[in-house]
T-cell receptor
Framework: GDSVTQMEGPVTLSEEAFLTINCTYTATGYPSLFWYVQYPGEGLQLLLKATKADDKGSNKGFEATYRKETTSFHLEKGSVQVSDSAVYFCALFRPSGGYQKVTFGTGTKLQVIP | EAQVTQNPRYLITVTGKKLTVTCSQNMNHEYMSWYRQDPGLGLRQIYYSMNVEVTDKGDVPEGYKVSRKEKRNFPLILESPSPNQTSLYFC?????????????FGPGTRLTVT
């Protein structure tokens, strides 16, 4: 079945450091890929998405490129801020017949310290 | 304001006492879904609905029921809650697109079953 694997957290960075959160997936066909962010005490919000190979999603300084050859969708940001502290979820969507399924990773907690 | 609302936000109940968690969206979305979030397991899909009167099981449907009598509402029903259903629950909705579902999440319902 489909699966999403994210790097273990928590990840602790100093402000202005470079961020990478790894995400790899297993799925047949051509899934769409997403990054969601969850701030403390809130629901998830869509951060960015990519719907086909080599697409780059970007938003709020975050970027991720859909790499079909390595089945990866790593999240990056050049300079993190304290306000980026949150839990980040990688997810994939792959319709299979009449079944519309979304698979989430386990989440990676990011803590940015001043 | 476009939003997904859930009620209640917090609930403590006892084993076997039927409960309903309501979910409502004001964006005219066709797709709605329920997830539970548990430490180390990420989000797991319980049930989803493609439209009114159309529902289907996700990854962990045992012990839950849903209904979709109106497009805007998608209640989650626990007929006989058990302690292993203690969790953080999220409702989400989206438009149906072939490129994948950009889901809007509610704020979450923290359920404790004693």
């Amino acid at each position: 079945g489909d699966s999403v694997t994210q790097m273990e957290g928590p990840v602790t960075l100093s402000e202005e450091a470079f961020l990478t959160i790894n995400c790899t997936y297993t799925a047949t066909g051509y899934p769409s890929l997403f990054w969601y962010v969850q701030y403390p005490g809130e629901g998830l919000q869509l951060l960015l998405k990519a719907t086909k190979a080599d697409d780059k999603g970007s938003n709020k300084g975050f970027e991720a490129t859909y790499r079909k050859e390595t089945t990866s969708f790593h999240l990056e940001k050049g300079s993190v801020q304290v306000s980026d502290s949150a839990v980040y979820f990688c997810a994939l969507f792959r319709p299979s017949g009449g079944y519309q399924k979304v698979t989430f990773g386990t989440g990676t907690k990011l803590q940015v310290i001043p | 304001e476009a939003q997904v609302t859930q009620n209640p936000r917090y609930l403590i109940t006892v084993t076997g006492k039927k409960l309903t968690v309501t979910c409502s969206q004001n964006m005219n979305h066709e797709y709605m879904s329920w997830y539970r979030q548990d430490p180390g397991l990420g989000l797991r899909q319980i049930y989803y609905s493609m439209n009114v009167e159309v529902t289907d099981k996700g990854d962990v449907p045992e012990g839950y029921k849903v209904s979709r009598k109106e497009k805007r509402n998608f209640p989650l029903i626990l007929e006989s809650p058990s302690p292993n259903q203690t969790s953080l629950y999220f409702c989400a909705s989206s438009l149906i697109r072939t490129s994948g579902y950009e889901q809007y999440f509610g704020p979450g319902t923290r359920l404790t079953v004693t």
